[in-house]
């Protein structure tokens, strides 16, 4: 069992940085792939950035793709997410997820933190 508790949002303006933080408890998290995911009102949920448990590969959705940074330390329990450059299109609720797979489904993860929003102004 992983739970999972997001922090770090805030409005900010475009152009600006904000770094997420996702804590899990559960002494298994360090074998769980771990993503990021965002949900924009009136829109799915949508994939944006993940990192597998073992040689730490990232992987991220074209759209933040050079902006974004997602890293994990196994010690702390903790996944982060670096956002720079933000533009009002990433304007969400950002969610972290747990997995045994990298998957842009969201049916493929089995634990999911309750969210925090991220509102960029222009």
């Known amino acids: 069992q992983v739970q999972l508790v997001e922090s770090g949002g805030g409005l900010v303006q475009a152009g600006g940085s904000l770094r997420l933080s996702c804590a899990a408890s559960g002494r298994t998290f360090s074998s769980y792939y771990m993503s990021w995911f965002r949900q924009a009102p009136g829109k799915e949920r949508e994939f944006v950035a993940a990192i597998t448990w073992g040689v730490l590969s990232t992987y991220y959705a074209d759209s933040v793709k050079g902006r974004f940074t997602i890293s994990r330390d196994n010690a702390k329990n903790t996944v982060y997410l670096q956002m720079n450059s933000l533009k009002p299109e990433d304007t969400a609720v950002y969610y972290c997820?747990?997995?045994?797979?990298?998957?842009?489904?969201?049916?493929?993860?089995?634990?999911w933190g309750q969210g925090t929003q991220v509102t960029v102004s222009s």
């Open positions: 997820a747990a997995g045994n797979g990298v998957s842009v489904d969201i049916r493929q993860y089995d634990y």
